[in-house]
């Protein structure tokens, strides 16, 4: 498994980062969905992988907690979790001692004394760029001061934003403050990509989530015709999206042989793109993605024909 440095920092992560958003049940148990996602997740680790994205709102963490307790490569795992302080319903208000517990029940669940990035998220009701843009001040400052004083304790290491939009983007980047960004990206959702050139040149590094576009972007789904007549992605919903694939589809030509691998060597063609966070649920699924980020990428002429075309046709909304 190659690894990947977080823009200018000391932190050197897997290519591929561990999600499980999905891969158990919410409750401890001994079910066979929990059973095979704690075998992908061995099998992850076994295979190279050294980067685990967690939340206390996936209710999964119990299950990596399990496979962690005991594991030989716990102390030298690195941890990404989702922090949303203030979340939904808070009315913009930032509390210190939310942002603190959140980071120390990720400690103890994980058995871990380390998080080495905090994803934060700061939410409104409704989550939209007019509530939470004028809102950065009065959460920024407040956030600084308990982070720092986490940093100073040893149990956090970087911080990085997760937009939503890029006119959130922008403005939580210009504070200087946040080593980089996750966020969606994919050959159709390139909202964020356009800030890829200015990060690097301030040595900011980018996660991204969603490289599968939610599954779209893969064998099983790419082909709408072979769909299931129930299959979720038959909804009108996703006409757009798959409309921009066929765009893409001709503009690539016969290159793409398999969409699940490409999906993945495409969104690792960009050297601002630090590691991919996936949802994996089974230990084939775990194999199929770590054998497509190999190192054998697309050059940038291909990024740059999925930008163009996302430039022109705009962002796609599902």
Same mark, same amino acid.
């Given at each position: 498994?190659?690894?990947?440095?977080?823009?200018?920092?000391?932190?050197?992560?897997?290519?591929?980062?561990?999600?499980?958003?999905?891969?158990?049940?919410?409750?401890?148990?001994?079910?066979?969905?929990?059973?095979?996602?704690?075998?992908?997740?061995?099998?992850?680790?076994?295979?190279?992988?050294?980067?685990?994205?967690?939340?206390?709102?996936?209710?999964?963490?119990?299950?990596?907690?399990?496979?962690?307790?005991?594991?030989?490569?716990?102390?030298?795992?690195?941890?990404?979790?989702?922090?949303?302080?203030?979340? +939904?319903?808070? %009315?913009?208000?930032? =509390?210190?001692?939310?942002? $603190? &517990? *959140?980071?120390?029940?990720?400690? !103890?669940?994980?058995?871990?004394?380390?998080?080495?990035?905090?994803?934060?998220?700061?939410?409104?009701?409704?989550?939209?760029?007019?509530?939470?843009?004028?809102?950065?001040?009065?959460?920024?400052?407040?956030?600084?001061?308990?982070?720092?004083?986490?940093?100073?304790?040893?149990?956090?290491?970087?911080?990085?934003?997760?937009?939503?939009?890029?006119?959130?983007?922008?403005?939580?980047?210009?504070?200087?403050?946040?080593?980089?960004?996750?966020?969606?990206?994919?050959?159709?959702?390139?909202?964020?990509?356009?800030?890829?050139?200015?990060?690097?040149?301030?040595?900011?590094?980018?996660?991204?989530?969603?490289? +599968?576009?939610? %599954?779209?972007?893969? =064998?099983?789904?790419?082909? $709408? &015709? *072979?769909?299931?007549?129930?299959? !979720?992605?038959?909804?009108?919903?996703?006409?757009?999206?798959?409309?921009?694939?066929?765009?893409?589809?001709?503009?690539?030509?016969?290159?793409?042989?398999?969409?699940?691998?490409?999906?993945?060597?495409?969104?690792?063609?960009?050297?601002?793109?630090?590691?991919?966070?996936?949802?994996?649920?089974?230990?084939?699924?775990?194999?199929?993605?770590?054998?497509?980020?190999?190192?054998?990428?697309?050059?940038?002429?291909?990024?740059?024909?999925?930008?163009?075309?996302?430039?022109?046709?705009?962002?796609?909304?599902?």
């Amino acid at each position: 498994m190659n690894d990947r440095r977080f823009g200018h920092t000391d932190l050197h992560v897997s290519e591929i980062c561990f999600g499980p958003m999905r891969f158990s049940a919410k409750a401890p148990g001994d079910d066979d969905q929990s059973r095979t996602g704690k075998r992908a997740l061995e099998r992850a680790l076994e295979r190279g992988v050294n980067f685990i994205h967690s939340s206390y709102e996936y209710g999964t963490r119990w299950a990596v907690g399990q496979v962690l307790k005991d594991h030989p490569q716990r102390h030298n795992l690195h941890h990404i979790i989702k922090v949303p302080v203030p979340d +939904f319903d808070d %009315g913009g208000v930032f =509390d210190a001692t939310q942002f $603190r &517990r *959140r980071v120390e029940q990720a400690l !103890r669940d994980l058995h871990t004394d380390h998080i080495d990035v905090i994803q934060h998220l700061q939410r409104a009701q409704p989550n939209t760029d007019e509530l939470r843009i004028p809102n950065i001040p009065a959460v920024h400052e407040p956030m600084m001061a308990v982070f720092e004083k986490l940093r100073e304790e040893g149990k956090v290491g970087y911080l990085a934003t997760f937009p939503y939009a890029p006119g959130f983007a922008a403005a939580a980047m210009k504070t200087g403050d946040f080593r980089g960004m996750v966020a969606y990206y994919n050959p159709i959702e390139m909202e964020m990509a356009g800030f890829f050139e200015p990060m690097a040149a301030k040595g900011r590094g980018f996660f991204c989530i969603r490289p +599968f576009m939610a %599954g779209l972007l893969t =064998d099983r789904r790419v082909d $709408r &015709r *072979r769909l299931p007549a129930d299959d !979720r992605f038959g909804d009108e919903r996703w006409d757009a999206a798959y409309d921009r694939l066929g765009t893409l589809q001709s503009a690539l030509g016969e290159d793409v042989t398999s969409w699940t691998a490409f999906a993945i060597k495409f969104a690792l063609c960009h050297p601002i793109v630090t590691s991919l966070i996936v949802g994996l649920n089974t230990p084939a699924q775990v194999d199929g993605v770590l054998d497509a980020a190999d190192g054998n990428y697309p050059d940038l002429k291909v990024f740059d024909k999925a930008l163009e075309i996302f430039r022109a046709q705009g962002p796609v909304s599902n």
